[in-house]
RNA sequence: GGGCUCGUAGUCUAGUGGUUAUGAUACCGCCCUUACAAGGCGGUGGUCACCGGUUCAAAUCCGGUCGGGCCCA
């Protein structure tokens, strides 16, 4: 019996003891980037259904020669790991000195990593575990500094006072990527301005508004626009200004524009080059009158109170809005303005479209997701956020005459906030410097994870790296800055290809989620179907597509996992152990099938292996494995003639071995333990050859035996409707059909169906009937 | 609101102009045959979402409708 648990176990162990994936370079390289999993979470199923899309090529193609780069990395920065430290251990940056903080951050990241590594090595990726990086290593973050400030110098990294957008709860700055939409409960107030009724969601900011705007088209206004009207409470005067933005529907069709309510106010802002009054700054409100330092809420609750006093208000309206909210926490962004470091990108929208065009998507149809991103753009990428745990920024300010100072990049990496290095202005001499507080925003080195993998290896001659695998989730975050700084750096594409796989649903076509209870664990699935069974389940599906998770998935690939074994078991019995025979020369009619069908079937895999078509490339091997393979040929030789006996092993071993070769990538540890029966002295079958086409071993008995089996199956049939065993003999049986063919071959079809006189009659169709 | 994508037996799925629409699973019947009953053989089951158009020919191409999903506002 096949104990699979245990089997699967012992070649883990074995592939991670004698380092079988470890890369060498040569002269026909591959090279793959691979998404560093983040630390605070565990590897769930959707991880255990898409990591196998890139084992998948990486197996494929170290077989057929190339030498394989498959890095493996860990995210370990920002946010997520801060809120996982927290959870974790306690602390928070109030209690523990800064430097601690990191300390802690990076020891629970550390030991995170090497617990998650067994589970992503237990599905048996074939990548350098042994020699990952991690993204906050001394390593990443010197590299993430060095191009930080590459582009600090050219000009492309800026810091600059401007609107950003802001998270209240993470109080941090965020950028245009971790924004989510959502709706909303909330009051629209109804507010008299100088006897124009406005409507706001945000009458807490009435100090802060610069004009009041309507629809051109709206003939309620036509007569003002221009004018100037005061603003309730505060009593300033702004203009009445048009703009077709504005929704006539929404509230009285006028709208107040504040700095900055949200970010349509901004964009307004920035077109007219209106005024600003900033009341808003670091989620406090302060108009000197009304608001002192006061929180949001607070603040409206305050500011209707006022309106009421003075009958401003008409009425207040509950209504459903839609908001942008940071995506980590759900809380709405709010627009704030302060000195952030920016990278420049909107004024080469057109060359990072270039950019996708020339990238190879899988599937294609994605790359219009990472089209409408780029022209969608309205923001420079905002990369500083005021977080702890991250890469820090390699620069101080000098507090005497504002210049900014640039680490050395000898020094790197460097972090100003925890070294004191006697740092002195370039400029004016001064040292009273202070250093930047701020750190990068994590995407600001998951960007450059090309550049990492690759000069790690020392190796930036591999530049651009053969393919990225990646969710579809993050196309516009990963991959667009991915390109982003790679046009910047390089002017080259960051791949050649990009391979995007999608979610993974319930059995119902929901999203799993812990609310749900849905969830499933990819380890219980390893403990019930194993390994194999789940990167089986993982090839069903064609690239880009959504999969949801259904048992019968994993019952078919623990059935192929079982098939295989048996199917050498049987090989084993019919050949008493001992491989035999020559195969140069082809005699039997059923081994010239058998090859002619081998043959088509490498030819086909292979085609679709090289088009990422994984899905495809299994079902032609299926196919054949099972029907031609097991269910027929395998049958056929258990009784054929005795002469054909010793090419029947060679045979069938030949195609058993290179069936196992073309599973290999997608079940690797099933098809290792069967290679090494046959191969005891192979260091691994992801190390041998995959099969080539050889036409020379196609042959015209190929459409005979074909022929032989559908007559095979009309017997069958007819045993079947008399309810009786395919092994129970029949004395005489009569055979309409092909009679030349039948003749040829009619040893074949009485050794298998146990038919002693068969009688031919010519015919076009098939028939069969017993003679009594 | 815009974009992308999908709609094929109970369920999942292949198929992008041309025999009788693929396969899996479920279901029914038979068979323990020199491996495998988690197997084999046979069978039931489909107005290819709907409407219209192009064509000798449409699941496939075009337009529209309805319904899912995702991305972006």
């Not at 990952?132 to 500094?145: A, E, G, L, N």
């Not at 349509?264 to 608001?291: A, G, H, V």
């Not at 190879?360 to 309205?378: C, S």
């Amino acid at each position: 019996m096949l104990d699979i648990v245990s089997m699967e176990n012992k070649w883990r162990d074995y592939w991670k003891k004698n380092n079988v994936f470890k890369f060498t370079k040569g002269d026909k390289n591959f090279s793959i980037d691979t998404p560093p999993p983040t630390v605070s979470g565990k590897m769930h199923l959707g991880h255990a259904y898409s990591y196998p899309h890139q084992d998948f090529i990486a197996r494929y193609k170290r077989m057929k020669g190339y030498n394989v780069f498959y890095p493996w990395g860990f995210d370990d920065n920002g946010l997520p790991t801060e809120r996982y430290v927290e959870k974790t251990r306690n602390v928070t940056i109030e209690n523990t000195p800064l430097g601690d903080y990191i300390e802690i951050c990076k020891e629970e990241s550390k030991k995170a990593e090497l617990e998650l590594a067994d589970a992503w090595y237990s599905i048996g990726l074939s990548a350098s575990f042994n020699d990952y990086i991690d993204t906050s290593s001394d390593f990443s973050m010197k590299m993430s500094q060095k191009l930080f400030l590459d582009l600090a110098r050219s000009g492309r990294a800026y810091r600059a006072e401007a609107p950003y957008i802001r998270c209240p709860t993470c109080k941090t700055a965020i950028s245009q990527i971790e924004m989510k939409d959502a709706i909303i409960d909330t009051d629209l107030v109804y507010v008299n301005f100088d006897g124009i009724e406005i409507a706001t969601t945000r009458p807490e900011m009435l100090g802060a508004c610069v004009a009041v705007f309507v629809n051109p088209g709206d003939e309620r206004y036509k007569n003002i626009i221009g004018k100037k009207i005061k603003v309730p409470l505060y009593g300033n005067e702004v203009p009445v200004m048009s703009d077709e933005s504005i929704d006539m529907n929404f509230g009285t069709g006028a709208e107040m524009l504040c700095t900055f309510g949200d970010q349509n106010d901004l964009e307004l802002w920035r077109k007219y080059n209106l005024d600003s009054r900033i009341i808003l700054k670091n989620d406090k409100l302060n108009d000197s009158r009304y608001l002192d330092n006061i929180g949001i809420k607070e603040a409206r609750k305050r500011i209707i109170e006022e309106l009421k006093k003075n009958n401003y208000i008409i009425k207040i309206e509950k209504i459903k809005h839609s908001v942008n909210t940071h995506e980590r926490c759900g809380t709405p962004i709010e627009i704030g303005i302060s000195k952030q470091w920016y990278i420049k990108d909107l004024d080469i929208k057109k060359e990072l479209l270039e950019f996708g065009d020339k990238i190879e998507w899988i599937p294609e149809y994605m790359k219009t997701r990472y089209d409408n991103w780029v022209n969608g753009l309205r923001w420079d990428w905002c990369i500083s956020r005021q977080r702890y745990f991250g890469i820090p920024f390699p620069v101080w300010y000098c507090n005497k005459c504002g210049t900014i100072i640039y680490a050395d990049e000898k020094d790197l990496p460097v972090d100003p906030r925890l070294v004191n290095k006697n740092i002195k202005c370039p400029a004016c001499g001064s040292d009273d410097v202070q250093p930047e507080r701020d750190v990068m925003d994590t995407w600001a080195t998951s960007s450059i994870s090309p550049t990492l993998y690759l000069t790690h290896i020392n190796s930036m001659d591999m530049y651009p790296m053969d393919v990225r695998f990646q969710g579809h989730d993050i196309i516009t975050s990963w991959a667009f800055t991915t390109i982003l700084r790679s046009y910047l750096h390089y002017n080259k594409i960051p791949w050649k290809k990009i391979a995007i796989s999608g979610n993974v649903y319930d059995p119902f076509g929901q999203k799993m989620s812990k609310s749900k209870g849905n969830i499933v664990e990819p380890k219980d699935i390893i403990e019930k179907y194993g390994a194999d069974a789940l990167r089986f389940w993982g090839s069903t599906t064609m690239p880009g597509e959504n999969i949801k998770l259904r048992e019968q998935d994993l019952v078919r690939g623990k059935k192929t996992v079982i098939k295989l074994y048996n199917s050498l078991n049987l090989l084993k019995i019919i050949s008493g152990g001992k491989i035999q025979g020559d195969i140069n020369i082809i005699k039997s009619p059923v081994n010239k099938w058998i090859m002619s069908k081998y043959e088509k079937t490498v030819r086909e895999v292979t085609g679709y292996m090289d088009a990422y078509e994984v899905m495809k490339a299994r079902s032609a091997l299926d196919k054949f494995f099972w029907s031609n393979y097991c269910d027929n040929y395998l049958e056929i030789i258990k009784n054929d003639n005795e002469e054909y006996r010793n090419e029947n092993i060679a045979v069938s071993y030949l195609i058993m071995e290179n069936v196992l070769k073309m599973y290999s990538p997608i079940m690797p540890f099933i098809t290792e333990e069967l290679y090494h029966e046959i191969h005891p002295d192979s260091i691994s079958i992801a190390l041998e050859k995959y099969p080539e086409y050889d036409d020379k071993y196609l042959f015209n008995e190929e459409n005979d035996i074909d022929y032989i089996i559908s007559v095979i199956n009309s017997i069958r049939a007819l045993k079947s409707s008399l309810k009786i065993s395919m092994a129970a003999p029949i004395d005489s049986l009569n055979i309409t059909g092909d009679s030349e063919k039948i003749g040829r071959y009619g040893y074949i079809i009485k050794n298998l169906m146990h038919i002693n006189n068969i009688k031919i009659t010519s015919g076009e169709n098939i028939n069969i009937n017993v003679i009594q």
